[in-house]
């Protein structure tokens, strides 16, 4: 079976590498290279990376837009499907009537469309995580369902541990209904919830509830990451407890380098804290050198 995969990101990564050992891969299309950091030296997708290193004759297209160019090329591939990964963008009606158009999304649909599915799935503190595949239509996430897979919360996890145990179980679902006929079910449309594009503001947090804090530290690693109004970024957050009563930030106590941190409804420990434009430091050191005591409030 011929294929198209468009994907871009590391979730994506992973199951380019694993479709490419059970289908005949045509093409990749993800993301243009971006400049990145102080150098602003070209940063090249995950999908790109990996694809390039390892089979570097497999054509790879960066466009800028899905024109009329794109779709010309993308039809010329004549592919079986197109998969989709963690794409980024919306595909034109155009695309999806070359081909089948499979999506792999991070959530048990309907629940969760949209660009953060996996974050969504743990600011919700949802029992169970999950994968859908869907045929893709001109709505977005609306399509109908060709398969889920499931897996139990045992833990908490923060958000690359998490797409690190989805991406396989979504690759094996999409290698599964890719080889047998399709049998598509209609999603129940009322049930729909949505999530949206992460902003750097999302990760804005005051000590008002230890658990919210803390779900947050772990759907926004690596990035936005949390922070306090002052732009105090907080690292290595773990939950405490729950319930108890405490003045906003104040200082509880200490467990060797970390920072016991009160809120109005449970306690947090904290391990690493960077003030703006400041090298990340074990929390301790920080309160030490800023002369906190036990009972001050972190701002």
């Known amino acids: 079976m011929r294929l198209i995969f468009m994907g871009t990101s590391p979730f994506a ?22 400049p990145f950091g102080r150098t602003q030296k070209l940063k090249h997708s995950a999908t790109k990376e990996f694809l390039q290193r390892t089979h570097p004759h497999i054509p790879i297209f960066e466009p800028i837009k ?13 592919p079986d499907a197109i998969v989709v990964v963690a794409y980024g963008k919306i595909l034109p009606q155009t695309l999806l ?53 499931r897996m139990p919360k045992e833990r908490y996890l923060s958000a690359p541990e ?7 179980l979504g690759a094996q679902l999409l290698s599964d209904i890719l080889k047998q006929p ?9 049930q729909a919830s949505y999530c949206a594009k992460i902003l750097k503001q999302d990760g804005l947090v005051a000590f008002h509830n230890a658990k919210e804090v803390f779900l ?22 773990e939950l405490l407890d729950e ?7 104040s200082l509880l106590g200490f467990d060797q380098e970390s920072v016991l941190v009160g809120c109005a409804r449970g306690i947090l420990k904290i391990a690493h804290l960077q003030a703006p434009g400041k090298q990340k430091i074990c929390a301790k050191s920080y309160v030490s050198g800023k002369r906190l005591k036990l009972g001050s409030v972190l701002t």
């Open 13 to 34: 990564r992973i199951v380019l590498d694993y479709l490419l050992d059970h289908f005949d891969i045509v093409a990749l299309f993800t993301q243009p290279s971006k």
């Open 66 to 78: 899905l024109d009329t160019s794109t779709i010309e090329t993308i039809a010329a591939l004549k």
């Open 97 to 149: 009537n070359i081909a089948p158009c499979l999506n792999l999304h991070g959530s048990i649909l309907p629940q969760f469309r949209g660009a953060s599915p996996i974050q969504e799935m743990i600011l919700k503190d949802v029992p169970e995580f999950g994968v859908s595949v869907i045929a893709m239509n001109a709505q977005m996430d609306a399509g109908d369902i060709l398969g889920t897979a």
């Open 162 to 168: 998490l797409s690190a145990l989805l991406a396989p």
């Open 182 to 190: 399709f049998n598509p079910i209609a999603q129940d449309h009322a």
């Open 216 to 237: 947050k530290a772990l759907a926004y690693d690596p990035w936005p990451g949390v922070f306090l109004a002052s732009g105090l970024k907080l690292f290595g957050v």
């Open 243 to 249: 319930q108890s009563v405490h003045e906003l930030g």
